[in-house]
């Protein structure tokens, strides 16, 4: 489909990276929002649903089968149907990237809450926590390894999705690949490219380093199921 | 006091965990449930504190129905120590103690200060275990800090279901004493659950025998218990060396010890050979001018020697074994007698100095005149066990 020449050098302009600055960091800024805000919401709406979710058992399976059924639509395709709602605006992207992130972040709370030992959970309900300062100063606190697991896919694969809604219009990194490939100019592709991960890698470091400080008792302790998703999934 | 009365536990799915109990704990004492797995005890725990609600009757702490109280307030006054401590990864040792006064209002640099009182009084330095996280410590040691957060509202009643299963043996046995002696200062009505009837014994001041299907087969003393069990299934359940154990409770002050085998060593062989003749003894006691044990003289060898040397000249055998019958009870003077070479053990004072000598006959006496004196107790209209 596309047709980028793989070759070395001669190929690569540096020169291009300085003088197109002003364009290049407006576009990676708008990446970045694009991958952290779907996420951020996502956490907010995650965390009283995956909590009502324990609560309530029989509302879980429903939950993660929506989930799973929402993550398996392909985003370009989600796009072109909020077009009609929402036009070609950030919201018409954010909406199924948040619904991405929610596909992986419903379980990652779940899995976090239900990670809290039965004897833990006992004890701290023994000691007179009502139900609400137990999920407060217990429970929560103990999900939070496996939550931010949760949160780092959802950055990741929200920065690498982001770059789709230049598709639409939507400022981001893609610009780059749209651009690069209608002038037939890797140098801009690569620059796209690095630059994606880069960003993804930046998040991603900063999460793992806020998950330490805030966990200083995880440390040199492997707590919980490992984040339900590897990397972001390919081809969508 | 705690009362059960008439509870019944019936689960959901039809099984009946407790059926019918009615036990009353007293204050101050240590009552433990002992009783075979799934016979209910774990249940009968939690109905104290309404982690359990009862299907029927009532569970009265201080003549007041539990299921009357806000079930938050009833618990921060009832401390809980559970096998798998519970504890909370995400707290440090000394925040998890403080995790009752914490809830109840006060201030934390209070709570943190009370914690370390109590990691002092478990037996964990504060200033090396404060700042640790509970999966930084041994089994041993977070089940101690399982106790100290328990005591740390100093809540008048303190619940332990079986606290002290998942740690080595010796280490059980350490915290088991650790528990006798805090017992003895704070005075607390515990209720201790276990299936180790020997744990039981050493600790209960009182021990419920559950048969299966949640009913009481017997509330006693651990004394009788083992001098009386009520029927089959709790002989049985204490155990084929039941009389052995039970000499634990019996003071080895009652023994006779014999005193005319006990020589200075001042005395000529012709006189310890009279002596030992007289009373029919084999061996005799020789002691120092402090009237501390040197040895054992056989009477045997004695008459090879010249007749005026004394005995502080002959050979003598080690003394072997020493109790004390004020303190040491008849199962010491047993263990003391049978282990020495002469079949012989040396009662001594707490400054050491000889009371008199065992033989296996006056331990049989002994044993015999105390189990009749609590048997006689224990079942006052006469008539067999
Ligand atoms: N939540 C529950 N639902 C249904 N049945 C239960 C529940 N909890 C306990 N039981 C049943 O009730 C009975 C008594 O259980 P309990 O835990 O009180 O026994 P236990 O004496 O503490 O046993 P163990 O020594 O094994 O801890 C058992 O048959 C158990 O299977
Ligand atoms: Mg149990």
């Given at each position: 489909?596309?047709?980028?020449?793989?070759?070395?050098?001669?190929?690569m302009?540096?020169?291009?990276?300085?003088?197109n600055?002003?364009?290049?960091?407006?576009?990676?800024l708008d990446?970045?929002?694009?991958g952290?805000?779907p996420?951020?919401?996502g956490?907010v709406?995650?965390?009283?649903?995956?909590?009502?979710?324990?609560?309530?058992?029989?509302?879980?399976?429903?939950?993660?089968?929506?989930?799973?059924?929402?993550?398996?639509?392909?985003?370009?395709?989600?796009?072109v149907v909020l077009?009609?709602?929402?036009?070609?605006?950030?919201?018409?992207?954010?909406?199924?990237?948040?619904?991405?992130?929610?596909?992986?972040l419903?379980?990652?709370?779940?899995?976090?809450?239900?990670?809290?030992?039965?004897?833990?959970?006992?004890?701290?309900?023994?000691?007179?926590?009502?139900?609400?300062?137990?999920?407060?100063q217990?429970?929560l606190?103990?999900?939070?390894?496996?939550?931010?697991?949760?949160?780092?896919?959802?950055?990741?694969?929200?920065?690498?999705?982001a770059s789709?809604?230049?598709?639409?219009?939507?400022?981001?990194?893609?610009?780059?690949?749209?651009?690069g490939?209608?002038r037939?100019?890797p140098?801009?592709?690569?620059?796209?490219l690095?630059l994606?991960?880069?960003?993804?890698?930046?998040?991603?470091?900063?999460?793992?380093?806020?998950?330490?400080?805030?966990?200083?008792?995880?440390?040199?302790?492997?707590i919980?199921?490992?984040?339900?998703?590897?990397?972001?999934?390919?081809?969508r | 006091?705690?009362?059960?009365?008439?509870?019944?536990?019936?689960?959901?799915?039809?099984t009946?965990?407790?059926?019918?109990?009615?036990?009353?704990?007293?204050?101050?004492?240590?009552?433990?449930?002992?009783?075979?797995?799934?016979?209910?005890?774990?249940?009968?725990?939690?109905?104290?504190?309404?982690?359990?609600e009862?299907?029927?009757?009532?569970?009265?702490?201080?003549?007041?129905?539990?299921?009357?109280?806000n079930p938050?307030?009833?618990?921060?006054?009832i401390?809980?120590v559970?096998?798998?401590?519970?504890?909370?990864?995400?707290r440090?040792?000394?925040?998890?103690?403080?995790?009752?006064?914490?809830?109840?209002?006060?201030?934390?640099?209070?709570?943190r200060?009370?914690?370390?009182e109590l990691m002092?009084?478990?037996?964990?330095?504060?200033?090396?275990?404060?700042?640790?996280?509970?999966?930084?410590?041994s089994?041993?040691?977070?089940q101690?800090?399982?106790?100290?957060?328990?005591?740390?509202?100093?809540p008048?009643v303190?619940?332990m279901?079986?606290?002290?299963s998942?740690v080595?043996?010796?280490?059980r046995?350490?915290?088991?004493d650790?528990?006798?002696?805090l017992?003895?200062?704070?005075?607390k009505t515990?209720?201790?659950v276990t299936?180790?009837?020997?744990?039981?014994?050493?600790?209960?001041?009182?021990?419920?025998?559950?048969?299966?299907?949640?009913?009481?087969a017997q509330?006693?003393?651990?004394?009788?218990?083992?001098?009386?069990?009520?029927?089959?299934?709790?002989?049985?359940?204490?155990?084929?060396?039941?009389?052995?154990?039970?000499?634990?409770?019996f003071?080895?002050?009652?023994?006779?010890?014999?005193?005319?085998?006990v020589?200075?060593?001042?005395?000529?062989?012709?006189d310890?050979?009279?002596?030992?003749?007289?009373?029919?003894?084999?061996?005799?006691?020789?002691?120092?001018?402090?009237?501390k044990?040197?040895?054992?003289?056989?009477?045997?060898?004695?008459?090879?020697?010249?007749?005026?040397?004394?005995?502080?000249?002959?050979?003598?055998?080690?003394?072997?074994?020493t109790?004390?019958?004020?303190?040491d009870?008849?199962?010491?003077?047993l263990?003391?007698?049978?282990?020495s070479?002469?079949?012989?053990?040396?009662?001594?004072?707490?400054g050491?100095?000889?009371?008199?000598?065992?033989?296996?006959?006056?331990?049989?006496?002994?044993?015999?005149?105390?189990?009749?004196?609590?048997?006689?107790?224990?079942?006052?209209?006469?008539?067999?066990?």
């Amino acid at each position: 489909m596309l047709r980028i020449r793989l070759a070395g050098d001669a190929d690569m302009q540096w020169s291009w990276i300085p003088q197109n600055w002003s364009i290049i960091w407006p576009y990676t800024l708008d990446n970045l929002l694009l991958g952290l805000v779907p996420p951020l919401i996502g956490l907010v709406i995650a965390l009283p649903v995956g909590i009502a979710c324990v609560a309530r058992r029989w509302l879980y399976p429903p939950v993660l089968s929506l989930s799973s059924a929402i993550y398996a639509l392909p985003s370009l395709a989600l796009f072109v149907v909020l077009i009609a709602y929402t036009g070609l605006g950030n919201l018409t992207v954010i909406i199924p990237l948040t619904l991405f992130s929610l596909c992986v972040l419903i379980p990652n709370v779940v899995d976090g809450l239900r990670s809290v030992s039965e004897p833990v959970r006992q004890a701290a309900t023994a000691m007179g926590f009502t139900q609400v300062r137990r999920l407060v100063q217990v429970e929560l606190p103990l999900a939070v390894p496996v939550v931010i697991a949760g949160l780092r896919v959802a950055v990741v694969s929200s920065i690498s999705l982001a770059s789709l809604g230049q598709l639409i219009g939507v400022s981001s990194l893609g610009y780059f690949f749209i651009d690069g490939l209608q002038r037939d100019f890797p140098t801009e592709i690569y620059v796209g490219l690095a630059l994606t991960i880069l960003l993804a890698v930046l998040c991603d470091v900063i999460l793992v380093v806020s998950r330490a400080l805030l966990t200083p008792w995880a440390r040199g302790r492997r707590i919980g199921p490992s984040p339900r998703l590897a990397w972001p999934v390919a081809g969508r | 006091m705690i009362t059960f009365d008439g509870v019944t536990k019936r689960y959901p799915d039809g099984t009946v965990a407790v059926d019918s109990l009615n036990l009353d704990i007293p204050d101050g004492k240590i009552m433990v449930l002992v009783g075979p797995s799934g016979c209910g005890k774990t249940t009968t725990l939690r109905m104290i504190n309404r982690l359990v609600e009862p299907s029927a009757g009532r569970v009265l702490l201080d003549g007041r129905d539990v299921a009357d109280a806000n079930p938050s307030r009833l618990r921060r006054g009832i401390g809980y120590v559970i096998q798998q401590t519970g504890l909370f990864p995400h707290r440090t040792v000394e925040d998890n103690i403080a995790t009752v006064p914490m809830l109840t209002g006060r201030k934390k640099a209070d709570a943190r200060a009370r914690a370390r009182e109590l990691m002092e009084l478990v037996g964990l330095d504060p200033p090396t275990m404060a700042r640790r996280y509970p999966h930084q410590l041994s089994g041993g040691q977070q089940q101690r800090v399982g106790v100290a957060r328990a005591l740390a509202a100093d809540p008048p009643v303190l619940l332990m279901d079986e606290p002290f299963s998942a740690v080595d043996p010796i280490v059980r046995a350490a915290l088991q004493d650790e528990l006798i002696g805090l017992q003895a200062r704070l005075h607390k009505t515990v209720v201790l659950v276990t299936h180790d009837v020997e744990e039981a014994i050493k600790v209960g001041d009182l021990v419920a025998v559950f048969r299966p299907g949640g009913r009481l087969a017997q509330v006693d003393s651990p004394e009788r218990l083992l001098g009386a069990p009520a029927d089959d299934y709790v002989r049985d359940f204490v155990g084929f060396d039941r009389g052995i154990r039970r000499l634990s409770f019996f003071r080895a002050v009652s023994l006779d010890l014999a005193t005319d085998s006990v020589l200075p060593a001042a005395t000529t062989l012709a006189d310890a050979i009279t002596v030992g003749k007289r009373a029919g003894e084999p061996w005799l006691l020789v002691v120092g001018g402090d009237r501390k044990p040197l040895g054992w003289a056989a009477v045997a060898d004695l008459e090879s020697g010249p007749p005026d040397a004394t005995l502080a000249g002959a050979d003598l055998a080690p003394v072997g074994h020493t109790f004390r019958p004020e303190a040491d009870s008849l199962r010491a003077a047993l263990d003391a007698t049978l282990l020495s070479r002469t079949e012989r053990a040396v009662g001594v004072d707490d400054g050491g100095q000889v009371l008199g000598t065992t033989s296996y006959e006056r331990l049989r006496d002994a044993i015999r005149a105390a189990e009749e004196a609590a048997d006689r107790a224990a079942d006052p209209v006469g008539g067999g066990r």
